[in-house]
């Protein structure tokens, strides 16, 4: 009898046992699935805890924004934020828009990315925002958009700096051709009004040309020679996007003009700063790129914890020229190749 009951108390407790196990089981499996399947607008976190954000840029590749990415990064590290860079290999909004709404669909906790043109990106951006998913605009700001915050250049400012440039370093007396990246593109079009302001009182500056080289050294270039055939009295040149002052230097060799040709661009990148050093190039719009992508992530982290923002920051934009080289410092403006 005594061997008996023993048995029971036996099986009873090992009853006890496997249903409190049982139980546990499903309530971590639970907490589990409630973790990874956040409601709208809830904030997506790393096993570590950690935010989720994302950096959508122009162009993957583009020396521009890799620089971006670099200060992105430092950020990222720096601060324990998951940092995501993902975007089309080469400019085209279609695919940029397609890779915002795929970010926005992983329910990140932050979009970083341009607002290229108010047309088709203020809409993008506003559905984005009203998914509880802050985005701030870096390099190219959609400010009739919900976005929360613009990092980067005045452009409208860098344009009617280069113009001054240009009247200067010319004494008052110009044919220039434009070559703008992008005509729709908001960041180019104010370099470009930026630019017509600072010489329209100039009465020896005349706008011969505007054409568009769609961010390529190729087209630039082949803008340039026609300009070259169609305008021989073009002897100076304005490139708005980083790119468009490389190819113009390398039709300007072609033709053997390069002590007759004035050449003011954007940007740093190698061949920019290969060409100011030769004299092909004269001035360069100089931007921050290190840092836009660096304060950028600092600015998402204040936003996400609740902090106030400052709607736009204004990173440095000037003039330089070759007796300003080399740039200190040198993460903003260098881009080192492996």
Known sequence: MRRTWWKWGIYAGSIVALVASASFTIYCAWK????????????????NNEYHFVLVPEELDNDYWRLVE??????AKELGVNLEYVGPRQANIDEHIHILE???ASKVDGIMTQGLTEKEFTPVINHIVEKNIPVVT????????????????DNYYAGFIAGR???????GKANVA??????TASHQQ??????????????????????????????AAEKAYNILKKHPEVNAFYGTSALDAIGIAKVVEQFHREKGTYIIGFDTLPETIHYLQKGTIHATVVQEPYEMGYRAVKTMVDIRK?????????????????QDLPLRPSRNYEVKHD
Request: hydrophobic share 35%; charged share 25%.
């Open 165 to 171: 440039a240009l009247a200067e370093d010319m004494h």
């Open 178 to 183: 434009i070559i703008t990246g992008s005509l």
């Open 32 to 47: 589990v699935y409630a973790y990874h399947q956040p409601g709208e607008g809830a904030t997506v976190k790393t096993e």
């Open 102 to 104: 795929k970010a926005a």
């Open 70 to 75: 670099k200060g992105a990064k430092a950020a």
């Open 190 to 219: 104010l370099r470009v009004q930026g630019f017509k302001d600072a010489v329209k009182q100039e009465k020896g500056i005349r706008i011969v040309a505007i054409e568009e080289s769609h961010i390529t050294r190729v087209q």
């Open 306 to 322: 609740g902090n106030d923002v400052p709607s736009v920051t204004n990173t440095e934009t000037k003039v330089i020229r070759k």
């Open 138 to 153: 870096i390099d190219t700001d959609a400010p009739t958009s919900k976005r929360t915050a613009y990092i980067g250049t």
